[in-house]
């Protein structure tokens, strides 16, 4: 209000085209875009709290000021918030003081210290350097180009897609370039005479610098030219002067009938084909089927476009249509995009169930390209799944020279290590991946595998350290709780097995192989033992029939003999899994025999189950025997129906 005397008027424009601007788009429907969302949010709450700090000198709004910049960073660095802040007492007509530098220096210190760390974790990540070396030409061209693309969107919003490729060579003499220059050029007039007749555009021009300045391409480390999502927050200087031109005009429109008339038309027409690019625009972000095919339409000649469609669709288990996209790419010149091709050709061929097909176009690639280690992966995979172990492990190691770091070859290479019996060498691969990633859970329980097979004191106590190692920074991961349990049930120390398998099914009763485990370590046990680990066992949602026979037994040792029968039905189907059931819970029920004669559902059990085996001399010897220790009369009822039941599979 201290710049403009329609500031109200002001706000509410830019406001309106905000909301309806198509660049707006994919920061709102980008699910990750979130984070673009929560940024400008507190970077904004950052600048109010100290416009409040300056205006009221309320110590709570002083700190608020750095705090909201700490939420900021964390959503994601802003670079240009000191920048943005600093604009605060220059909009208030105000000197940068003392009492501005106090809220200021706080917000700034946060900010620096997150892009210090942003900066060093993509100089990590070798971003700088590949971007140094695939992305050639002048730094200032492509901030050029970058600029130029923001400015005509704004004015001009087609074809907006999630991505915008940059040329990977640049020059100066580059016909782009020149019409970047141009448009640039024209647009600093333009802006420039906004700026002459309305103070507030001058800020606007630097709203929008500040806030776009740190994702221009000054350090390439990206293929994109510029990104729709990086407007959010710079694009509102923008509106800012565009606004202010538009109350020049409806000023002066008031004054003439029918310039009112073409003003308010004018108006409709620009709102409403806003918001209609903005629908269109959005539906594109309905899948990312929908966003990579609207890439491959907007840059049809860009390399690789093609090809990343046809993986989508090859996600999709549409293969028929991957491959025709992958076809599309042959066209290009570049050896790297026909590999790449050839590779989404062979890998559909392959899901297809074309195997030699396949393993023709994954050849291919690895001739176009032959630096490729993903197509080395790819075909190492291929020979894999079509049961030739021995080429995939030729592939998969070739792979590796190109790629040591890759944990997925490593891993299927082990894999194939084991089943071809070089147990030395598969366990080098896997302390590979886990060099790579110390969190690489399938390294570690196939490791810890290789050692309970080698079966010795060493190895048993090796493998424990490695899963307790893993299980401090992973303590809820199933598959090590349950690799844990074997592991100390190998070592004989059966109720520490017990608790871990109890907890893993309290905290997951569908959980298959805890169930399992569980319920074979019961048919085995020691009987005092039985009773402890079946009340951890009964919780489980398994209807497994050895899952069945433990809390059969479980049943029987707490004295319960209408549920050991409840529970017995699962056992008696004729599935072979249900015949191997039945042989560990006879054991079971032998073992409990002898520490514990004479308890008749023991009998009546086991003639249960003996008769399911066809086992029928066996199973009357036990109903006899059951019949001599039970006289009760549901003891009586189940005896006469074991008998009708012989009788019915002895007759002819």
């Keep these: ?29 980008w699910v990750n875009g979130r984070m673009m969302l929560l940024s400008t949010f507190f970077l904004l709450a950052s600048m109010l709290a100290m416009d409040r700090w300056l205006d009221r000198r309320r110590p709570a709004a002083l700190v608020a000021t ?19 802040a600093g604009l605060v007492p220059l909009m208030r007509r105000q000197k940068v003081d003392k009492w501005a530098l106090a809220a200021w220096i706080p917000a700034t210190a946060v900010t620096a210290l997150f892009v210090w760390i942003n900066v060093g974790a993509t100089a990590g990540a070798d971003l700088f350097a590949e971007g140094a070396e695939h992305l050639r030409g002048p730094r200032a061209v492509r901030v050029i180009l970058a600029l130029a693309f923001y400015v005509k969107h704004v004015v001009w919003p087609t074809c907006l897609t999630s991505y915008y490729p940059t040329p990977p060579v640049v020059a100066w003499t580059d016909a782009d370039t020149v019409s970047a220059i141009f448009v640039l050029a024209v647009t600093a007039a333009v802006v420039g005479w906004m700026c002459l007749r309305a103070p507030v555009c001058r800020f606007g021009v630097l709203w929008f610098l500040f806030g776009i300045a740190d994702t221009l391409p ?24 565009l606004s202010t031109v538009a109350i020049d005009v409806l000023a002066f429109s008031r004054q003439r009938r029918l310039a009112r008339i073409a003003s308010a038309t004018a108006a409709t027409a620009i709102l409403g084909a806003l918001m209609g690019v903005s629908w269109y625009t959005a539906k594109w972000y309905d899948s990312a089927l929908l966003k990579t095919q609207r890439v491959a339409e907007c840059f049809p000649n860009e390399p690789r476009v093609w090809e990343k469609l046809g993986w989508t669709h090859h ?15 042959l066209d290009q010149d570049n050896p790297a995009a026909k590999g790449g091709a050839s590779q989404l050709i062979g890998m559909s061929h392959l899901r297809l169930g074309h195997g030699e097909e396949a393993l023709r176009w994954l050849h291919r690639a690895v001739e176009l390209d032959p630096a490729t280690d993903v197509g080395k992966y790819r075909l190492g995979l291929a020979y894999e799944e079509l049961g030739n172990a021995l080429q995939a492990v030729k592939y998969y190691e070739a792979a590796l020279e190109a790629a040591p770091r890759h944990n997925p070859t490593l891993l299927r290479l082990a894999s194939l290590y084991v089943k071809l019996e070089r147990s030395d060498d598969a366990r080098r691969m896997y302390e590979r991946a886990l060099e790579n990633n110390a969190f690489e859970v399938p390294a570690v329980v196939a490791l810890v595998e290789l050692d309970l097979a080698e079966a010795n004191q060493a190895s048993l106590l090796a493998a424990e350290q490695r899963l307790l190692g893993l299980l401090d920074d992973l303590p809820e991961s199933v598959p090590l709780r349950i690799n844990l349990g074997v592991v100390r049930y190998t070592l004989e120390r059966v109720d520490e097995a017990i608790d871990i398998y109890s907890a893993v099914l309290a905290d997951q009763p569908d959980e298959p192989t805890a169930a399992l485990n569980l319920a074979q370590l019961i048919l085995t046990a020691d009987v005092e033992r039985i009773a402890r680990a079946a009340r951890g066992l009964q919780q489980a949602e398994s209807a497994h029939p050895t899952v069945a026979a433990a809390l059969v037994m479980g049943s029987l040792i707490e004295g319960d003999a209408a549920e050991s029968f409840r529970r017995l039905p699962p056992l008696l189907a004729g599935s072979p899994e249900a015949g191997v059931s039945r042989k560990l819970l006879l054991s079971a029920l032998q073992r409990f025999d002898e520490q514990r004669p004479n308890v008749p559902a023991t009998y009546g059990i086991t003639a249960e189950v003996l008769l399911a085996d066809s086992q029928l001399d066996a199973a009357r010897a036990f109903t006899d025997l059951y019949e001599a220790r039970c006289s009760d009369r549901a003891c009586q009822s189940h005896i006469l129906s074991l008998r009708g039941r012989l009788r019915q599979a002895q007759a002819p």
């Design 315 to 329: 996600q999709l288990g549409r293969y028929q249509e991957a491959i025709t996209y992958g076809m599309n790419e």
């Design 1 to 29: 209000s201290r710049w403009s005397p329609h500031a109200e008027t002001v706000a509410t424009l830019t406001a309106l085209l905000f909301a309806v601007h198509p660049f707006q788009v994919e920061t709102v429907a």
């Design 218 to 241: 000054v350090f390439p480390a990206r293929n994109i030219l510029a990104a729709d999502r990086y407007m959010y927050l710079p694009i509102i200087g923008l509106f800012w002067c």
């Design 66 to 84: 750095p705090v909201f910049a700490l939420l900021s960073a964390i959503s994601k660095v802003r670079a240009g918030l000191p920048l943005l």
